[in-house]
């Protein structure tokens, strides 16, 4: 699960890097073109880095005819200077998400089953991931320059490539890291000694830390005295002298994959990783001869890489592949609109309705499931994930017709419907079969040709104070513009980036807002929301204050100040600048908020 992203030197984000760290509700404020649409746009930025492996971007950025344009990397880096490095990072937890074990599972057997990465790797409770991208002068493209990764917030491993040369090269490989401190205690072995052994030290080339490129973190661990005071403090004595020995926390080793990086750094989901399948050493002698070992030693170092580089980058890659940004200005569906079961277009907010199509279609089938999940509040209630998402799909439409219709609730005066009908084109012989019915024998043998038809299925918007059947492109602005906010609410997905949901709708509906993203918001589903409303934000510092006095009303989830973060974002000499606003357990703001926050409202007041 990603709990917090970082981003440097990307649009209007400059050299001071910004970080988000996610709640439940984030919520994005400040003046227009003060930088708060950077923040998404990096997210989608880095969906195709992890996913497509295109980090030059001159075109799009996502996978459909309405994806967002970045213009390529002259564009977005900041202030066009491409001399400047982009930055990256994602930050993950494996406390609340256990997902990463399951990651572990995909590599295999290991010769020694005590050096499965699982094993090795147990103590880890979260990770990070941070790629940079540079630009080269020589070539005219964009390529990723770095690429490290770290376990309990410690930097374990570091890639490093080259425009002009093929391939890349781990620089940095700390050994000596903490997670694998259980390991040398427990058995008296090293990973210094089993990474040694498996490249056949007496050949492959050793560095100390780059003093311009890196920044090594040590820790007790890195010396004889410190190794002994581990011992010392679990009250054992070391079995060995060996053990003791200072650790190696850094090797050169080159990589050869197929193609640059970052295909180097995420694994063929189609087959073993290429650029893992072969490790070469630098020799002395001859800087460009390159020797083969394979390895045939109790740690298989390979399958260890990719536990360390690989698996990260594939959780961080499959949680953005999973985000639904919601643009802006949302698309209203044109007369017969025909829905698409691939498109991707949640930019515009088409896939909404290619959603409650969706939804409607597996509502056809609905019998054939027994077991119906139950709704507390309008929200799904949680399942363990496989049946979560087989049922999800089922109650979109009922779930939706909850915030739209009901007067607790959005109060829109609309609700969805869905119209089952047959289609019969002129020419088709049930015409021929209908003019000759004259017995009721006949009539029965209509109507099986009837059923014999396709279904088909139309969405509408009924309107509950007359019952009048409207199309999409019939309703008003305001209506089409939140029915894609409510679809992205009620989704099965982790994270929901969304712009000025507020856009082109009343105060009275702003407010339900809140609620609408507190009922559908838990521990790993998160709302990243730039915005402007004020009533947004009150409605949440209200539930904030009536959780904390213990009078929620009984049909909304509790929200406290750990369940939503603050930002407010102005432009700065130095590219964006961004705080953190704090709540009190009460609901009130706290610490130091910006002058003029929402002065406007005051103003007019007084």
Known sequence: MITAFTVKNFKAIGDDPVRIELK????????????KSSILHALNYANVLFNDYSYNVNERTLSDDDRLNLGGFKRFIHGGDLNRNLVLRFDLDFVVDKTFDQYLDQVGKTYDPKLHPKKLLSSATSAYVEIEISWSSIRQYAYVSRYETGINGERIVAVYTKPDVKGGAIRYFNTAHSVFNNYWIEYGISLDCLVEESVQPNNYNRQSAIPEEENVQYNECETPQGRRKVFERLGRVPSTAFILATGINNI?????????????????????????????????????????????????????LRALLVLPGEMVGDWLKSMLYLGPLREIPPRNFISCSHRNSWTKGLAAWDMLYKSAQNQLDKSENSAEPSLKGGRIVRRPRHLREKFASYQIIEILNRWLASDQRLNTGYQIVVERYREVSSDDPIFSFIAEVNKPQDTSELIKQIHRLPEKIRIQLEDTSCGLKLEPHEIGTGISQVLPVVVAAVANVPIIAIEQPELHIHPAMQVQLGDLFITQSFDEKFFLIETHSEHLLLRLLRRINETY??????????????DVAIYYLEKGSQGLRIRRLEISEDGDSKGDWPEGFFEERRAELF
């Not at 439940?24 to 930088?35: K, M, R, V």
């Not at 006095?549 to 750990?562: A, G, K």
């Open 549 to 562: 006095e213990n009078r929620l009303p009984p049909d909304i989830n509790p929200c406290t100040p750990d």
């Open 24 to 35: 439940p509700i984030t919520l994005l404020f400040g003046a227009n073109s003060a930088g």
């Open 252 to 304: 050169n080793l080159i990589l050869d994959p197929e193609s640059r990086l970052p295909r180097l750094v995420f694994e063929d989901r189609y087959g073993p990783s290429p650029w893992l399948t072969t490790l070469y050493e630098i020799s002395e002698d001859d800087p460009d001869l390159k020797i083969d070992y394979p390895v045939d030693c109790a740690l298989d170092l390979q399958t260890l």
